[in-house]
C-alpha cells in the first residue's frame, strides 16, 4: 500500500468533526486512519500504542524505542521516560524513606536523559503542585507542547500522524477523568488541524 499522507491529514478535520467529541473515540478515529496507512507506518503506530500501556514499560522497551528508526518515536519515548525519572526524583526528594536508585529509574545505556534547563524547571513546578487533577492537567499540557516540538516542520508525514493519535490519546483520557477538560482539549486539536497544514486550506 502506498503513503497516503496527504489524503489521510486532510481528512482529519472531517474525521473529528464528524463525532462532535460527544461520541469520541480513540479506537474509532485510530481504525479509520490505520486503514489508509502502510505496512511500515501501521508498524509505528503500533509501537506509539504499545508504549502507551504501563505495563509495557521496561527498561527494554526504552532502549529499543530511543533507538528506533522513526524520529517521533525517539522523542515522544524520551519525553515519557525524562518525566517519569522527574517524577521518581520528586518523590525520593520529599520521601526520606525512599532512595533514588536504579530500581526506581529508568536508564538505558547509552542514552542522554539529561532534561534541558526549561524542561527541569518546568516539571518541578508541574510536581510542586499540590491537586491532583491540576497537576494532571498541567502534566498534560506540557506533553502537548513537547509533542508540537517534536512536529514543527513536519506536514504530510507519518510524524504528522503520530502526533495527531497522540494527542487523541490524551483526549480520550479526559473524556474519562473530566468531561469539560476533554472538550476543551477536543477544541483545541479541531482548531489546531483546520487550516495549518502547508497547502491545506480548511474555513472554519
Known sequence: MMNNYHYIIAGLPEL???GENKDFSYE???NEIYMWCSSKDRR???WLEFGNK???LNIHFYRAALHHHNSFIREYFMMDL???NRKVDYVAGNNSAISVSNAYRIEPSGCDLTLE???????????QTNDILEKEQMLDKYKW????SFTTFNYFDINRILAFLSKAMLIERWNRLDREQGMMLFEKLVQ????TYKGVNYKG
Do not use: P, T, W
Not at 145 to 148: G, L, M, N, S, V
Open 28 to 30: 474509532s478515529l485510530r
Open 145 to 148: 507542547e513537547k509533542i508540537d
Open 16 to 18: 473529528l468533526l464528524k
Open 192 to 195: 489546531e488541524i483546520k487550516g
Open 44 to 46: 509505528v503506530i503500533d
Open 54 to 56: 504501563d505495563s509495557n
Open 117 to 127: 534547563e526549561g524542561d527541569a524547571s518546568e516539571l518541578g513546578r508541574i510536581f
Open 82 to 84: 525524562q518525566i517519569r
